[in-house]
């Protein structure tokens, strides 16, 4: 008996000692799994949402699509038109405890119904505040109780290389589940121009590329940084098989901030005026009238009482800057007025009869039919 317990007393304590060596390494390993990532979208993903529409589209039935036409037939058996409804999805961040969604215009474009659902299972009606094609941003509101908000960060703060984080609900209408999925990689660079001929909705200005994985459905929803702020919104990707090949564009959230101030305090997005159209000069046209090259831009016309026109601005003056940023390509003046708002002053360095001034002034609201 005696030699029993003494044979048995150190093997317990060897097996405490194994359970307790083994506990130690797990937590620790469990706490280390809890990286800047995963707190991150823990604090971000209660408020991304998805956004579903329903719209109406016009459809039009040729009982001879592809065959040869023949008045005849056609008096008798014309082609049909017909509403058919439509649905689409995508994402969205709420940003507000009022209840502002920002998610992207090409979303809700020409929806008559909205839903938002959340994460927690709420699903809530929508209504489009406002939006901007131009910047394809569109802002909503819903309503609810203890909705849960991400915080916006500073996009102009931007580091490439820095954590990027995509958060959204890409293929939803595969998976019907609320809770948003994530997907990682790194700010690949800021202020990236799109051209009009590589998306199908139009000019992309200042642009943040990213290598995190934008998919179907994404649009609209959150780009975040490795501190848990939102730093833009999701709006599309180059691809040539519909899915992420790595290069997918967000709208920086400081636009995003700025917009969405524009339609809380006016109730749409204003476009600012600066009265003036311009063209590219060619040697031709820089020989006639008098330039000694075909650098920068040359003004067509001024509207009479317009800012420009105010500021000294003249018909055959040429731009060579435009805030300080020399301008030779339409995408540099694209790029110089982009973001300009109501209210901001822009600054133009003119030549005229071989001496260059500087001339600036204030952008008002476009008057109806100049937006």
Known sequence: MTFASRAVAPVVVL?????????????????SRKNAIVVACQKVSPAVVTVSVVGTRTVRADPFQGMMHDEYWDRFFPPTEYKQRVSGLGSGVIVDRSGLVLTNEHVVRDAEEVTVALPDGRQVAAKVLGASGIYDLAVLRIGGDKLPVAAMGN????MVGEWAIAIGNPFGYLLNDPQ?????????????????????TGVYKDMIQTDAAINPGNSGGPLVNGDGEVVGINTFIFTQSG?????????PINLA???????IKYGRVRT???GLSLQPLNPALARRLGFGDASGFVVTDVV???????????????????????INTLDDVQRSIYGAGVGDRISLVIERDGRASTVSFILPEAPRGNE
């Not at 899915?243 to 709208?251: E, K, P, R």
């Open 15 to 31: 097996v405490l000692a194994c359970v307790a060596a083994h506990a130690a390494p797990t937590a620790d390993i469990a706490q």
């Open 155 to 158: 996009s102009d703060d931007l």
């Open 180 to 200: 948003p999925s994530v997907s990682v990689g790194v700010i690949s660079a800021t202020h990236r121009d799109v051209k009009s001929s590589a998306t199908e």
């Open 243 to 251: 899915g992420s090949i790595g290069l997918g564009f967000a709208v």
């Open 257 to 263: 901030r700025r917009i969405m101030d524009e339609v």
């Open 272 to 274: 600012a005026w600066p």
């Open 304 to 326: 009479a009482g317009g800012p420009a026109e105010k500021a000294g601005v003249r018909r055959g003056d040429r731009i060579r800057k435009v805030n300080d940023r020399v």
